[in-house]
Each structure stands twice: as C-alpha cells, then as structure tokens.
C-alpha cells in the first residue's frame, strides 16, 4: 500500500524561506497534496499536484516534484509568524475508486519572530 | 465551504461505554470519510461511504462501525470504546478539484476530540 513519509519538526525565523519535504512510495500516476493543519482546526488544502509535473507555484508556495526519487517538497517564502502550524503531505490512493487520501505523519512548523 | 458540520466537538466518556460521532454535509457529495489523527501517525482512514448505505473498511477499522442511512449524515460508531480509541476524528468529504484536473480533493471537518478514562 501507500506510505508518505515526513520530517516530523522544523524551525525558521520569520522571513526566511521553509521547505518541508516529503517522500511518497506509490510509483503509478497519481496526485500528491499538501495540507496545513492550525491548532484546534481541522485540514486546509493548499495545493495539489499531479505526478507527471515537475513543479507548481501559487503566491507564496512552490511545490517541487522529484519523480525518480519519489520525494516531494514544499517551499514558503517569506516565512510568516501565521505560518506555523502542522504540513501534511498526502497522496492519492491507488485505489482510486475509494477517492481516499494517505497521509504523511506531518511536519510541525515554528517561526521565530 | 463544503458545510461540513461534527458533533459532538468534545466528549469524555468511560471504557467500555458506546459512543457515536454525527458528520452531517449540506451539499449532496457522495464520498464522506471518517479519519483518526493521532500523534506520530497523521490521520489514518476508519471508514469511508460512498453512498447512502454503501460503506467500507479503512486501514484501521477494528472497533468501528458506520451508517449511511442518509446523503447528509455519516456516523461512526464505537460499540464499546476502548483508551486506545482516544483520539480527535474527523471527517472528510470528496470534491472535485479544479474543473480542468482529473483530482479530487478532500475537504475537513473541524473534528470530534474524544477521550476514553
């Protein structure tokens, strides 16, 4: 099955930039995701994005894919005190037809002021 | 906002008592998940349903149970909760990503927090 593996802690200061990675195992076309989670809050979605692409950006966000290794990352720029919460990673089953997501343990954030 | 709705947001509750959790949708989607988040191990899927009583087993379904009697509602059931059963659950419902991709995307409730003494 599906494993999505993730660093568990990082720490930036403000303005800095983050990168938070993650490495998936499903090695078939698929969507991998990136969730922020805040304290007392359930997940947000922040982008996805498909196997076969190399890289996304949206605002301050890049995402980078690195197919042959399987590894994923996130990137924010300006790194902001409002950022810090917990990352998912996440990967869209095989099994398609279950439309069901894996998750990565996730990647606590802090920024220092 | 997908207008998902959990309830109870809190409950503490005895081992060995029965507990359910409600996640009640407003938009008609077709897929709903029931997720447990636990520390060291992101969230793990319980059940999903994808229709009105049509269900099946996640990756960690042992001591759960769901109905769908309903398009609106999903509940998850603990027939007799157990302290390995504390956990903050959520659920999720299926939508479709941008209208040009072929991806869907998950959408969260706010989670149930619950804690079995």
């Known amino acids: 099955g599906e494993d999505v593996e993730q660093s568990l802690f990082l720490s930036v200061r403000e303005g800095d930039s983050s990168v938070i990675n993650c490495t998936y195992t499903?090695?078939?076309?698929?969507?991998l995701y990136w969730y922020k989670q805040e304290p007392g809050a359930g997940l947000q979605l922040l982008t996805y994005?498909?196997?076969?692409?190399d890289m996304k950006q949206d605002q301050r966000l890049t995402v980078l894919l690195n197919k042959k290794d399987k590894h994923l990352s996130l990137r924010i720029a300006d790194t902001q005190t409002g950022d810090s919460a917990i990352y998912f990673c996440?990967?869209?089953?095989?099994?398609?037809?279950?439309?069901?997501?894996?998750f990565g343990s996730g990647t606590r954030l802090q920024v220092q002021p | 906002d997908a207008g998902i709705t959990q309830s109870p947001r809190h409950k503490v509750t005895e081992t060995g008592t029965p507990v359910t959790l409600r996640c009640h949708q407003t938009?008609?989607?077709?897929?709903m998940y029931w997720y447990r988040q636990d520390p060291g191990h992101g969230l793990r899927l319980i059940h999903y349903?994808?229709?009105?009583?049509?269900?099946d087993k996640g990756e960690v379904s042992d001591g759960y149970s769901v109905s769908r009697s309903k398009t609106e509602d999903f509940l998850l059931t603990l027939e007799s909760a157990t302290s390995s059963q504390t956990s903050v659950y959520f659920c999720?419902?299926?939508?479709?990503?941008?209208?040009?991709?072929?991806?869907?995307?998950?959408?969260f409730g706010a989670g149930s927090r619950l804690t079995v003494l």
């Open positions: 499903d090695s078939s076309s698929t969507y």
């Open positions: 999720a419902i299926s939508e479709r990503g941008r209208p040009s991709s072929g991806a869907n995307v998950l959408t």
């Open positions: 996440a990967e869209r089953d095989v099994d398609t037809g279950r439309r069901a997501l894996t």
């Open positions: 938009e008609n989607h077709r897929y």
């Open positions: 994005i498909f196997s076969n692409m």
């Open positions: 349903s994808y229709g009105v009583k049509d269900t």
